[in-house]
Every structure is written in structure tokens, then in C-alpha cells.
């Protein structure tokens, strides 16, 4: 019998602008001891679905049912609901910091759950606190007992967090992104010590993720959500290595770290409305395989022999389709009469920094951000800046973006020194550098209309009238694939990756040599980094633009850079080209931080298969 089975769930969400369909008739299972993946981008419905099994979403309707331990969650009381949280299904959300509660030590906090379930003295719990906290590795565990959360480092948080969850030994984990605000070594870490908890303890564990790759290492089987139905479902090996349904496919495609082609592929369009209900294929508005039927029928579902089951009228697995050709015809002339002052820059480098150093604060309280810091960038390259959080990444890009001051050493820019410059010449040499950054959201101003956040540039360095400055908006916003009729705008009407056009648009406006990205795609869904990847290399093509590109991805960072510096406490500990760099590494920890970054896939052996047809077979 399997530890918990969901038939048939569906949730609505009321809201004021209608109900919300979030998951649509979706039924699995877990058995005991298993690592069970649910995997999609954002909006698919896979966090509301453990939300609503777990009692989480008040004000939702929610049919079908969910047996755990034979007991259906979907009809208990909220007070029976509370003993099996915890006691028999724990949880680990992916913000531990915002799940543990700020005013309250972490050690009570997880005694808490102790004292919540069971009859124990305190002296009893905090013992038992202790070696849980001790077993998941935080050094010096009966220390820090009474320390507070921010205390302790994002990956440390985390760590509570399982603690927290496996302290009274629950049948289930339910593990929602657990690794996503964290650094890849830091991710591997932790998910090896869930790996590693849930065989010592026998815990079956639920592990939602919006990465197939990341599964793929330690999934024992998975599930596909997409728009709140669910669209493949079997075993890890056969979902990771043959996808059977079009959008597992896809989501496959456009991960940087499974195609060798220098061009990703990634999903066209965006997911439907979840207001409605389609009538056909929730997949067929960007489905590369779709047919007349599709958009009228749903899907049946298939089965096929090795256990995966389909949500598609294909009879066959999905055809790959061929690499596109270049989505966005440039015309070289929209950037030209606003470029930074024409200078022969061919023979030096558009970056140069030498010797550079950055501290905060002085005498005992002096923090070296970055120590001696040597690199340079040639024209139309793109240099990779990686290391884990805190490695002073971030604060080198803002030292040559001129908004940080160096404590020693120098930056060229296009052959200047920026500490040479006089204010003037520095407001000109602004043009020639641009910034693009994380959040595409935090960074545009919400009451704003994305047309004059576009244009700011234009209007700060006074570059034509106010109408030749609205046509040489729209000229950019189609160069990066957003509709010009949309330049009235706010920024809450386009979806993240749409922002995130913005974003780039705003920097190229003044067609700048240097375009500094920080982290640009590490806040998207994986289909849509896929498409902003492709649109910053067609643009470098066309443009010859240079890039400092940081991010934390070593596989996103292959795709793009030419060139790889990886940091560590502020000091570069190597540089190479990319290519080197990931086939004979040098430094200990770029060897560590690639050890953690490679998600190794299953390497069960494929076994031969043939369909088994549940519903009607709409093609040949
Ligand atoms: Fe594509 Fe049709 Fe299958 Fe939907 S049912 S995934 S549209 S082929």
C-alpha cells in the first residue's frame, strides 16, 4: 500500500477576479521511503497541491482525496490536521528564513514541535533538539540552541529547517524548492543530507522544484505539473531521460546544463490563464507537436509499459524539433545615433582592472571585500563572474560600473582611467556601461510606465527630441521582443521574463560598450531563461556588445561567457576560457563548485517499451 495517495484533487481558489482552477484532477502517489519529485515552472499548481493536502489553504474548494496512512487529509478536522503536521508529515519551505519566527531562538522553536505532539520533560526535548541540530550539521549544536535565526547562514537556516521537520521522525517529508535560495555548494550539501536522512530514517520525501535537472539526481520517480494538470508521471529515469510528453520535453531543452548547442531552445509563449477552463490541451498554445484535435479534446491519458503515464494525444514520444533560426531580425541602425562617442577600441580592452581592492570600515572593524583583484575583458567577449554568495562578485561589477569607489588599484574603461576622469567626462563615460539586473521586478519603478523607464537614459544624457525619443523606445522595445504598443504600460502587466526585456532594454539604450548582468535569469523560470540567454547573444552578435556576466549557475555561466573568473573571498582563484575551465579545473574550489553544481543523471538503463492506450487514440 503507498504512504500517501492523492485521486482525483482538484483546488479552486476564489479571487476577485474570478476562480482560479489551480490544480485540475491530478492523482499520484508516494510510497514508503522514496524521494518523489513534483516538478514545473511557476503558476503550475505544484505548491498549492501540497499546500491543500497539508490543510494550508483555507478558503480554497477542494475535492478528491488524499490517503495518508488510510486516512483521508482532505476530511479532517483543522485539529486533527495540526497532530499529523508535524508528527506524521513534516514540511521544509524554501525561505527558512521566513519560516522560522524572528523574536524566538531556534533550538525552542523546534522544541516546540516536540512539546506540541509528546509528554516530555524540557530537559527531555532540548537533548533531543540538540542531537537532531548536531545530526544535521550545525557545528557546536548545544551552543547554539539559544541563538536566533539570523544568526545563521542561509544554508545553516535550512539546515534548522530539517531538523525542525524531522525531529519527531515524520513517515513524510514535504520539501517545497528547499534549495533555491541557496549556493550550489551549499545546495548540494543540503539536498545530500535529505538524501541521506530519509534512508537512515526510512522518510519518504515529496521534493517540489521548478528544476527537472536537479531531480533528475535524486528523484526516485516524478511528476510534471504545467497549469495546474498534470502532464507526466512515472519513474525519474524514463521522465529525465526519454520525455514522453511534450512539455517535460521542453523543459528539458532549455535547461542550459543538458544541450550542448551553444543556442538554448526554449518554450515558446506562456502558460494559459488559470481562470479558465481549456477545452482541449492546456499544453496546445505552445506545444511544438499540436494538432487540429488538440485544441478541442482533452487528452487522454497514456500509459506505457515501462510505467510512465502521459496527459497527450500523441501516440508517439514528442518529435525534437530543430534549433531555431535567430528569433529577432536586427537592424543595426535603431542603436547607431545614440551611441556612446565612436572610438577605435579594437586594440584595447573594453574592461581593464589592475590591482584593484575594496574595504569597508576601518581598523579592527575593516571588512577586505576585494583583494587585488586582475582581470580584463576584449570587445564584443563576455567575461563569467561565479562564486558562492558573499564572494564580493556583486561589488567588482558595481567598481567598474563606476557605483562603487576602490580603495587601491585601477579600472580602465575603453583605455580611461575612471579615476582620471573629470565629473563630466565621467557623466559621458556613464553611456558606455549599463547595468541589468536580478529582480527585473525590484528593479522598475512599479508607477512608472515602462516606455519612460526605457527612455531614461535617452532623456538623462538628452539624446533627441521628446518624439525621436519615443520612436528610439520602440525601436528597442521590438529589438528585444516586446510590443511597442505595450509602451504605456505598467510593469505589473508583463510577466518576469517580459520584465526582464525591459531591463534590457533600458540598458542598451544608449548602446553602451559594456553591459554588466547581474544574475539576470537566475529569477526565471527555466523556458523563459532559455529565451532571454538566446536574446543577449543575438544581441551581441549583431552589436559586438561586451558583457560581465555574474552569476551562480555554472551551467547557465558556461552557455554564455568566453571567459570564466571564479571567486572566493574576494580574490579571483581562477581564470580561463569557459571551455577549459569546466574540462580541466585547477583550483580546489572551482573543482567544488563544479562537483556541486553537476546534477548527475540516472543511470538506470532505459528499459524497451511499448504503449498501452488508456482513452481514444486521436493520431496515427
Ligand atoms: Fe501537444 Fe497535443 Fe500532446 Fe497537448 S495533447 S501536449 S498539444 S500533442
Not at 505552445?286 to 478541442?296: H, I
Amino acid at each position: 500500500m503507498p504512504l500517501l495517495e492523492a485521486s482525483h484533487v482538484s483546488v479552486d481558489i476564489p479571487t476577485e477576479d474570478g476562480v482560479v482552477h489551480a490544480v485540475q484532477d491530478v492523482s499520484f502517489e508516494v510510497r514508503a521511503g522514496e524521494m518523489f519529485g513534483i516538478v514545473g515552472e511557476s503558476g503550475s499548481g505544484k505548491s498549492v497541491l501540497t499546500q491543500a493536502m497539508m490543510g494550508l489553504l483555507p478558503g480554497a474548494d477542494i475535492t478528491g482525496s488524499v490517503l495518508f496512512n488510510g486516512e483521508d487529509l482532505l476530511s479532517l478536522t483543522a485539529a486533527q490536521l495540526r497532530q499529523v503536521r508535524g508528527r506524521g508529515i513534516g514540511m521544509i519551505f524554501q525561505d527558512p528564513l521566513s519560516s522560522l519566527h524572528p523574536y524566538f531562538k531556534i533550538g525552542p522553536q523546534i522544541a516546540e514541535m516536540i512539546h506540541l505532539h509528546e509528554r516530555v520533560s524540557k530537559k527531555a526535548a532540548r537533548e533531543r533538539v540538540v542531537a537532531m541540530l548536531d545530526r544535521v550539521g550545525v557545528p557546536g549544536a548545544a551552543e547554539r540552541y539559544d541563538d536566533y535565526p539570523h544568526q545563521f547562514s542561509g544554508g545553516m537556516r535550512q539546515r534548522v529547517m530539517i531538523a525542525m521537520a524531522l525531529v519527531l521522525h515524520p513517515k513524510l517529508v514535504i520539501a517545497d524548492e528547499p534549495t533555491t535560495a541557496l549556493d550550489v555548494t551549499v545546495q548540494a550539501q543540503v539536498l545530500d543530507l535529505l538524501d541521506e536522512l530519509r534512508h537512515e530514517m526510512d522518510t519518504a520525501v515529496v521534493m517540489v522544484t521548478h528544476d527537472l535537472t536537479l531531480l533528475g539526481s535524486v528523484a526516485d520517480r516524478a511528476m510534471a505539473m504545467y497549469a495546474g494538470h498534470q502532464l507526466e508521471y512515472g519513474p525519474i529515469s524514463s521522465v529525465f531521460l526519454r520525455p514522453s510528453h511534450p512539455y517535460t520535453a521542453g523543459l528539458l531543452r532549455s535547461s542550459p546544463g543538458n544541450v550542448a548547442e551553444e543556442r538554448l531552445i526554449p518554450i515558446p509563449g506562456k502558460p494559459p490563464s488559470l481562470l479558465t477552463v481549456p477545452s482541449g490541451c492546456v499544453f496546445a498554445d505552445r506545444c511544438p507537436d499540436v494538432m487540429d484535435v488538440c485544441g478541442t479534446v482533452p487528452p487522454p491519458r497514456r500509459e506505457y509499459t515501462d510505467g510512465i503515464e502521459v496527459a497527450c494525444h500523441l501516440k508517439r514520444p514528442p518529435v525534437i524539433p530543430e534549433i531555431p533560426p535567430v528569433e529577432i531580425v536586427v537592424d543595426k541602425t535603431i542603436l547607431e545615433s545614440s551611441a556612446a562617442p565612436e572610438l577605435d577600441y579594437s586594440d584595447i580592452p573594453v574592461v581593464k582592472v589592475e590591482n584593484l581592492h575594496l574595504s569597508y570600515g576601518q581598523g579592527a572593524k575593516r571588512h577586505d571585500v576585494l583583494k587585488g583583484i586582475n582581470l580584463s575583458v576584449a570587445s564584443g567577449h563576455t567575461m563569467g563572474l561565479v562564486g558562492e554568495s558573499g564572494c564580493g562578485k556583486t561589488t567588482l561589477a558595481r567598481a567598474i560600473a563606476g557605483l562603487l569607489q576602490p580603495s587601491e588599484g585601477t579600472i580602465e574603461l575603453n583605455g580611461r582611467r575612471l579615476d582620471s576622469l573629470t565629473q563630466l567626462e565621467w557623466h559621458e563615460m556613464r553611456r558606455s556601461v549599463q547595468m541589468v539586473f536580478q529582480d527585473p521586478q525590484g528593479s522598475l519603478n512599479p508607477r512608472r510606465r515602462i516606455g519612460a523607464i526605457i527612455g531614461d537614459p535617452l532623456r538623462i544624457h538628452k539624446v533627441g527630441s521628446k518624439a525621436e525619443r519615443k520612436a528610439r523606445v520602440q525601436e528597442l522595445m521590438e529589438l528585444v521582443g516586446l510590443n511597442p504598443e505595450h509602451y504605456n504600460r505598467f510593469p505589473a502587466e508583463f510577466s518576469g521574463g517580459q520584465r526582464q526585456r525591459i531591463g534590457i532594454a533600458r540598458a542598451l539604450a544608449l548602446r553602451p560598450s559594456l553591459i554588466v548582468f547581474d544574475e539576470p535569469v537566475s529569477a526565471l523560470d527555466v523556458s523563459i531563461q532559455a529565451q532571454i540567454l538566446n536574446l543577449m547573444k543575438d544581441l551581441q552578435d549583431a552589436f559586438s556588445f561586451t558583457y560581465l556576466f555574474i552569476s551562480h549557475d555554472l551551467a547557465v555561466v558556461r552557455h554564455v561567457c568566453d571567459q570564466i573568473a571564479v571567486m572566493k573571498d574576494g580574490s579571483i582563484v581562477e581564470l580561463a576560457p569557459a571551455e577549459s575551465l569546466y574540462e580541466d579545473p585547477q583550483h580546489p574550489f572551482t573543482k567544488e563548485l563544479l562537483a556541486a553544481s553537476v546534477h548527475e543523471p540516472p543511470a538506470a538503463k532505459l528499459p524497451e517499451r511499448e504503449l498501452v492506450t488508456i482513452g481514444e487514440v486521436s493520431n496515427e
